[in-house]
T-cell receptor, first 112, second 113 residues
Framework: AQSVAQPEDQVNVAEGNPLTVKCTYS??????LFWYVQYPNRGLQFLLK??????LVKGSYGFEAEFNKSQTSFHLKKPSALVSDSALYFC??????????FGAGTTVTVRA | EPEVTQTPSHQVTQMGQEVILRCVPI?????FYWYRQILGQKVEFLVS????????KSEIFDDQFSVERPDGSNFTLKIRSTKLEDSAMYFC???????????FGPGTRLTVT
């Protein structure tokens, strides 16, 4: 069975400060890891993924994430947050099957 | 940039009625999925579909649910006899290949009264 934990329901940062959204996962095989963002009344938008290779992956809108196998983590980061980054962020994992398992989501609020 | 579209955006139905939720996936994608999100809960996998057959389904996807790709462009989810607990946001998704990321539609909010 696969699962994802996002330990923080909410993250609040000031614009221009670094943003980190935490994610840990559990899978039986090699993980496929993803981050999605959801804006109000919109679907889930793909941000970035880790399949294999370099542990630091870069994605859309200046986001990046670091895969840490020993800590089973895949934290999302942005060096300098914008007010427009305020949204709901989901971490997701796949094992060697089709389904994505999602975390509960973290609401990010970036204040001006 | 190609997008996944879903219709309707909101569907209200009475308990026991049949509903069909429609999706138009991205044109060159081969794998199709339905997920749902009950208000305040996690996004949950329902079913995946490839090569005109179900490749995987969750325990939620019981005999009341079915999926179809009737005409090579649409992908539908049918709920035969809706229950109150089927009220949720239903998301369609697609991917180009098995190992690729899934792209999601905006969702259909289903309300069963």
């Amino acid at each position: 069975a696969q699962s994802v934990a996002q330990p923080e329901d909410q993250v609040n940062v000031a614009e221009g400060n670094p943003l980190t959204v935490k994610c840990t996962y559990s899978v039986s095989g090699n993980p496929y890891l993803f981050w999605y963002v959801q804006y109000p009344n919109r679907g889930l938008q793909f941000l970035l993924k880790y399949i294999t290779g370099d542990n630091l992956v870069k994605g859309s809108y200046g986001f990046e994430a670091e895969f840490n196998k020993s800590q089973t983590s895949f934290h999302l980061k942005k060096p300098s947050a914008l007010v427009s980054d305020s949204a709901l962020y989901f971490c997701a994992v796949r094992d060697n099957d089709y389904k994505l398992s999602f975390g509960a989501g973290t609401t990010v609020t970036v204040r001006a | 940039e190609p997008e996944v579209t879903q219709t309707p955006s909101h569907q209200v139905t009475q308990m026991g009625q049949e509903v069909i939720l429609r999706c138009v996936p991205i044109s060159n994608h081969l794998y199709f999925y339905w997920y749902r999100q009950i208000l305040g809960q996690k996004v949950e996998f329902l079913v995946s579909f490839y090569n005109n057959e179900i490749s995987e389904k969750s325990e939620i996807f019981d005999d009341q649910f079915s999926v179809e790709r009737p005409d090579g462009s649409n992908f539908t989810l049918k709920i035969r006899s809706t229950k109150l607990e089927d009220s949720a946001m239903y998301f369609c998704a697609c991917s180009r290949a098995f190992e690729y990321e899934q792209y999601f539609g905006p969702g259909t909010r289903l309300t069963v009264t």
